[in-house]
């Protein structure tokens, strides 16, 4: 019997039993990806659900001018490609390994047996696909209608509950080796105006910023920029 317990860090198979994920791990096709390899383009035919089994992806859209807007930085555990389950539809998005990755992939046929024959997996991929419409619906929010302050506090304090770390005196340890432009990217910004936001609120000793991370020093100030 193979080793299936990597799946139980996958928060949409965590409580299925050992049974299931037999089963899931015999569906699933396991690919290695080298730093800056794209796994999918946007626009490419929809092969099936993804999820982050080791290393980072990220997800990007192009604007109309070119630049790279990131949508969501993933580690292990994540899904991905989520959005195309039981359809075909092209990917709507680009994913690209943020560093060496190795990634899961079960084919939407796959999936969907799986899901017949199981009623808690399709629960959970339903809480899955929920979260995921919740995550969007608040991006399009902050990227219409918040100033760049607000969206750099909302993406910092995202980052923080997504990959953050608990530090000292109640700071929050974001260790997640993002360029300046990546972040720019994420908070839908220019790479200078995050630079400049960035150094206004460490100034304010609000973050501080160390070569690999970003402490969050004082969340609730963060908070109050969003609210």
């Known amino acids: 019997m193979k080793d299936v317990q990597y799946l139980r860090k996958i928060p949409v198979f965590a409580d299925l039993p050992d049974e299931a994920l037999q089963t899931i791990h015999q569906y699933t096709l396991e690919r290695v990806y080298r730093r800056g390899t794209v796994i999918f383009f946007e626009g490419d035919g929809g092969e099936g659900f993804h999820y982050v089994k080791s290393g980072k992806v990220k997800i990007v859209k192009a604007t109309g001018d070119g630049r790279e807007h990131i949508i969501k ?4 555990g994540d899904l991905f490609a989520e959005v195309l389950l039981f359809n075909s539809q092209p990917y709507p998005a680009t994913a690209v390994a943020a560093e060496d990755a190795c990634v899961g992939i079960i084919k939407n046929s796959d999936l969907e047996r799986l899901v017949l024959g199981n009623n808690k997996l399709a629960l959970q991929l339903i809480k899955a696909l929920s979260q995921r419409l919740i995550y969007a619906q608040q991006k399009i929010k902050n990227l219409a209608l918040g100033d760049v302050l607000a969206r ?18 109640g700071a929050v340890v974001v260790s997640l080796d993002l360029s300046r432009q990546e972040l720019a ?16 609120l460490k100034k304010d000793k609000i973050i501080d910023l160390a070569d690999d991370s970003i402490i969050i020093l004082k969340p609730e ?3 109050s920029y969003i609210e």
Request: charge should be positive; avoid cysteine.
């Open 221 to 223: 100030k963060l908070r």
């Open 152 to 169: 750099t506090a909302e993406t910092l304090l995202r980052l923080g509950r997504e990959h953050g770390r608990p530090g000292e005196q």
């Open 73 to 76: 930085i993933l580690t292990p």
């Open 185 to 200: 990217n994420l908070v839908g910004t220019t790479r200078e105006t995050v630079t400049r936001t960035l150094s206004a």
